[in-house]
C-alpha cells in the first residue's frame, strides 16, 4: 500500500524558505511520480510541481518556476520541496500526492495523498 507523510511546513515570513518533505512508501515500481498541490482558504486546489521517481526529473508550472525546487533524498525516500523567496500568497496547506505512470498535473491523476501541512508567509 502506498503511503505519503508530509512533514515540515510552519510560519515564515516573506522573503524567506522553507523545505518540505514528502515520505513515501510502498511503491511498487519506480515508474511512479510524486506531485505536489497546495489549496488556500476559498480556492481552487494548485499544482505547483512533480518529479519523477526513477530519474529526478521536475516539472514546475510558470507561477512558482525559479521559487520552488524539487529533489529526491533516495537514502530517506523522501521528496523535498524547497521553497524560497516565500511570498502571502503562498500560504495555503501543501500536499504531497503519488501516482505510476508518468507525471500529471491534475489533482484527479494522483492515487495517493498525503494529509498534507500548512504553510503561512507572513508580510
Known amino acids: 500500500q502506498v503511503e505519503l507523510e508530509n512533514i515540515g511546513g510552519g510560519l515564515v515570513q516573506a522573503g524567506g524558505s522553507l523545505r518540505l518533505s514528502c515520505a513515501v512508501s510502498?511503491?511498487?515500481?519506480?515508474?511512479?511520480?510524486v506531485g505536489w498541490f497546495r489549496q488556500a482558504p476559498g480556492k481552487e486546489r494548485e499544482f505547483v510541481g512533480a518529479?519523477?521517481?526513477?530519474?529526478?526529473?521536475?516539472y514546475y508550472p510558470g507561477s512558482v518556476k525559479g521559487r520552488l525546487t524539487l529533489s529526491r533524498n533516495n537514502a530517506k525516500n523522501t521528496i523535498e520541496l524547497q521553497m524560497n523567496s516565500l511570498k502571502p500568497e503562498d500560504t495555503a496547506v501543501y500536499y504531497c500526492?503519488?501516482?505510476?505512470?508518468?507525471?500529471?498535473?491534475?489533482?484527479?491523476?494522483?492515487?495517493?495523498w498525503g494529509r498534507g501541512t500548512q504553510v503561512t508567509v507572513s508580510s
Open positions: 518529479i519523477t521517481w526513477i530519474d529526478g526529473m521536475t
Open positions: 510502498g511503491l511498487t515500481t519506480e515508474s511512479a511520480a
Open positions: 500526492a503519488a501516482k505510476y505512470g508518468d507525471v500529471g498535473v491534475e489533482g484527479m491523476e494522483y492515487a495517493y
